[in-house]
């Protein structure tokens, strides 16, 4: 089985031909690790850490979810890792680099990582990577490697509505929210109703193997609570709204609240729940947001120094084009909104970050 996959990659280096190699893809992978093999290098010093059973390393990398950059040849790496492969919705990205940087392969997982971290070496080394995959060499498109913050709610279908664009058959794309430029741009040809179809959409829908839905980030969740909230009310409060208003968690890009409520656990473990990013704005930065609420609130004026925070947050993060669309909705210490971007979110973006001390 293999373990949930690890953030940063394993550079693999075989031998001291290879040194300069790993070191040069910590340009483009600066949290990646060198290891090297015992007795091959030069100087052990230069490697974070080394093996001795070439084989056996690789296959542990593996097994435990991490990202494999091999310095060395591709069989090898299919070697190792060969005998455990198994579901490749859950395997790591594995990338073969010639010792020199002159040729760079994906090996495993092209459509979960290895496709792109073989492009990015590529243009390190100024070399072209040699990715295989039928939509990616004919139209640089990957259905199931949608852009940061798109989430994929069947990839199960996926394969085949690739094959079917790849082989000229007849696709349909349906964009109810979003902009999927990312798709039309890629040079497949679409037609206006077929049995295969991609729907582009914030809502919640029903999955079966003839329709891919993706899920844009174009939702803002905007919230609200009294100091304390649990974060059990709070999520319960968000994820049935959602559901009530049929728009899908996947399509949530961010949740916004006031600079007041950064260190509001409840509002931090609704986006750990969510898998997006907190972000804060300041009293004066919603306030500018009064003429587009729908619930605007003189308590709340005399309180913090706006009209209003879910709605307000949620407009600020779907930004100056978005849309309320679900306005302020209570429970007894909460309350929540939704807005939807016209064309996505970029979280980094929208407000600031919780901050830090160290000492």
């Known amino acids: 089985m293999i373990a949930t996959m690890t953030a940063h990659p394993v550079i693999v280096v075989l031998g001291s031909a290879g040194l300069a190699t790993a070191r040069r893809l910590r340009q483009i992978f600066p949290e ?23 084989m056996l390393h690789l296959r542990r990398l593996f097994l435990t979810g991490t990202p494999i950059i091999g310095v060395c040849s591709t069989g090898i790496l299919v070697r190792a890792v060969g005998p455990v492969l198994g ?40 070399v072209r990577a040699a990715v295989t995959t039928a939509g990616d060499a004919r139209f640089g498109l990957a ?20 094959a079917a ?29 077929a049995a295969l179809t991609i729907r582009v959409t914030d809502r919640e829908s029903p999955l079966e193997d003839r329709t891919l839905v993706l899920h844009p980030p174009t939702l803002c969740v905007g919230i609200g609570c ?6 059990e009310e709070v999520t319960e409060l968000v994820f049935g709204t959602l559901a009530a208003n049929g728009l899908s968690p996947q399509s949530v890009a961010c949740v916004v609240s006031v600079d007041v409520k950064a260190d509001e656990r409840a509002v931090h473990v609704l986006a750990g729940e969510l898998g997006v990013p907190s972000r804060f704005l300041t009293p004066a930065a919603l ?45 007894a210490r909460a309350t929540c909104a939704v807005a939807r971007a016209r ?9 600031r970050a919780r901050g830090w001390l160290q000492v």
């Open 32 to 54: 990646a690790r060198i290891h090297a093999l015992k007795g091959r290098i030069d100087d052990p010093r230069a490697a974070d850490d080394t093996f001795s059973d070439t």
């Open 87 to 126: 579901d490749k919705f859950s395997e790591p990205p594995v990338v073969a680099v010639a010792a020199d940087g002159s040729a760079v392969v994906p090996v495993l997982s092209g459509h979960r990582g290895a496709n792109a971290m073989a492009r990015s070496i590529a243009r390190l080394f100024d």
């Open 143 to 162: 259905l199931d490697e949608p852009p940061p913050g798109w989430k994929v709610a069947n990839p199960v279908a996926a394969k085949g509505i690739m």
């Open 165 to 193: 664009l790849v082989d000229e058959r007849p696709v349909s794309l349906r964009t109810e929210a979003g902009d999927a430029g990312w798709i039309t741009r890629s040079g497949a040809a679409f037609v206006a109703s």
């Open 226 to 231: 009294e100091r304390g909230t649990s974060p």
């Open 287 to 331: 306030e500018v947001l009064t003429p587009r609420l729908k619930n605007p609130s003189e308590i709340v004026f005399r309180e913090i120094g706006c009209h209003g925070v879910a709605e307000a947050a949620a407009l600020a993060g779907a930004g100056d084009e978005g849309v309320l669309i679900v306005p302020k909705t209570k429970s």
């Open 343 to 351: 064309d996505g979110i970029d979280p980094s973006r929208v407000g």
